[in-house]
DNA sequence: CCGTATAGTCAAGATACTTGACGATATTCA
DNA sequence: TGAATATCGTCAAGTATCTTGACTATACGG
């Protein structure tokens, strides 16, 4: 096959990080455009990321910073921030003096229940555009993918 | 370990957005660990998203934009970092006194040379992880979903 | 009680990205 | 030609995210 120019689009290659890198984006953009346009103007996407570690009924945030794979303080600052727009708050745990308690409130339940919501839109779009074959295929390789880690990236995201 | 209050674990939910995110994720936060081995050090996920979009003969810094789906002034701080470490280097446009041609150093393309090896290596421990089968089918579906964008997510990524 | 570990906070700085304003060149068209 | 307009790139300032280091308070083990 004897491309004469067009070396020109020979940047983003064929490769799996980049096909992940721009499939992820593109999920991420369009779930952040459809959670703002509910009425969630808070909503980023680094906010996501750290509320898709903390489950409805709250969790302590020592707990949630050992889930998400950054820095306690990393964590705390999105935590007031989070708190500051009323979708969190703290509460003192009762079984350790230290601990604080991550719980939803009202609002933030309810962006929960939206982002429930549109996820299962975007992924009906997804199924309508790829097919339901190609779709579960995806996701079992993506299911797969997940389950073999702990050996290959224990080298590259332990926490030393 | 039997795990009586379950609803802890509800978190993380099984979706596509999910996936994608963790999967990418995990495979940057490998790359980019590979690249600085290697003696990359000035390697971050940022600039490797732009560098994605530079094919090795370059571009027009306008051309560059275009692609990458940021506002200019984020484009241009990444490349004046990237200048700055000498990976890349600005060149006049010989065709539009307005323009520059964003070009590679031989620093930077030893840099791509690295990364597509690295690349190969991740790749084969995908295989390794999930099979060939699935990897063809994760493949698969990761293209077709990219090359039916244009409709769906024209709304969220347009330029306005 | 004392030493150590854990939970969370405070503060400062680096990186990435956004917006607004601007100068320089190119293009269009009267 | 020459003025209006558009494009290309830059400068400057502000926000968001994340990192590191230092610190307080509580828990736990002896």
Redesign the pocket.
Known sequence: MVKLLDEKTEASPDHVGWRLWQASRAWQVEFAAAMRSAGHAWF????A??LGHIPRNGT???AL?ERAA?????V????D?LEAEGVLE?LP?PR??????VCYTRKGLDALRDGDRIKLQIERGYIDRIGEQRFAALMDALRTLDAGRGDASAGASGPK
Chains 1, 2 share one sequence.
Do not use: P, V, Y
Request: proline share 0%; charged share 30%; no cysteine.
């Open positions: 980023s996407e680094a906010r990321g750290l302590r945030q020592s910073i950054t820095s306690k303080q990393a705390q600052q999105l935590l921030g703290r745990d350790d003096g230290r601990g604080k308690l």
